[in-house]
């Protein structure tokens, strides 16, 4: 009688506990399908880091992202890498992961030393126990995500291991496949030669910061350049001199831009520049800044010869009085205007700068 009563006891913890952990199991598949319906890098990562916290019931969460090309802090909006702070940390090798999970890199469990935690949940006094999991793609590492509780029983070695294991692959799927989107998004709006924004990218861009403009009332300038001689360039050195030129003619102007300033090529050997918040007495210096550095550059050709190039700047301005309606007559003005001005400078003899105020 006594061992019925011990085996029917034991059947009753063994069937809790798989009933426990098919509730885990399915209220992390949830939150996968979240994740898998992430529509861009940057709403995945809120998820991971924002969204999880509150829906896991955690502490703290952090993201370590390995990103061996040095670029991912291009591809994430740069309000919204510095809002996450420490909780994500962008790592460019993959050194971090003996000091984490040591030989075997599976998910870890339990609590960790003091020093670790607070590198991993930095805001945090205390930490009960963790979850360390990570993001293993193809036997190389993408990432590596961290949960913290003030519940010692709630990450355990062994407890829900397979469940988490499941969940750092979907992750890592996902996280990959994001950041490839992202990259491939970000190339199809770069021009291939100069790898400055090409004319789809700025037609997208030009309406949004007129926009902005408006919406902030800070004025918007700009820029249209057109390299002098360009066919003359080509005809005497050959096509691929004329590519090299466009390309470091690219690379000086950007070199002579704010970070918030624009430069995409327009098409041909046109380019052109967005300034933000740039009345046209600024804009017009920057140009001028602009079109004399590239006046005294020197560009070797791929035959080792040395040519100069110079461009020839028209600019406008759009400035939004205080109950201004947004017109987007006025806004391909703006375009238009630089245009004109250009042509002006082109028959005012050229490697020079006209204004034009719309």
Known sequence: MADTIIQNSLVHQLLKLEADREQVRKHYQSFELQIMAADSLNALIDLLINQ?????????????????????????????????????????????????????????????????????????????????????????????LHFASSDVNRFKEGKSAD???????????????SINKEYLIRQSYRDLLTQVHNRLSFDEQLPKMISHAQRTQQPLSCAFIDVDHFKKINDQYGHQAGDICLKSIAAVINTQLRKADYLARFGGEEFVILL???PLDSALMIAE??????AVHQIETHKQQWISATISIGVASLEFEEESVFDVVAAEELLSRADEAMYQAKSQGRNCVVAHVV
């Open 276 to 278: 933000p918040n740039c």
């Open 289 to 294: 800044r602009a079109r004399e550095a590239v």
């Open 52 to 144: 999880s916290k509150e829906y896991f019931n955690l502490s703290s969460v952090s993201l370590w992202v390995v990103d061996r090309q040095y670029s991912l802090s291009e591809l994430l909006d740069s309000e919204k890498l510095i809002s996450y702070r420490n909780r994500l940390q962008i790592r460019h090798n993959e050194e971090f992961l003996s000091g984490l999970y040591g030989e075997s890199v599976t998910v870890r469990l339990g609590k960790v030393p003091p020093l670790t935690a607070n590198r991993l949940f930095p805001t945090l006094k205390t930490t009960a126990s963790t979850a360390l999991i990570p993001l293993m793609r193809h036997h190389q590492c993408v990432g590596s």
């Open 163 to 177: 469940v988490l294991e499941h969940f750092a692959r979907v992750v890592a799927l996902c996280l990959e496949n």
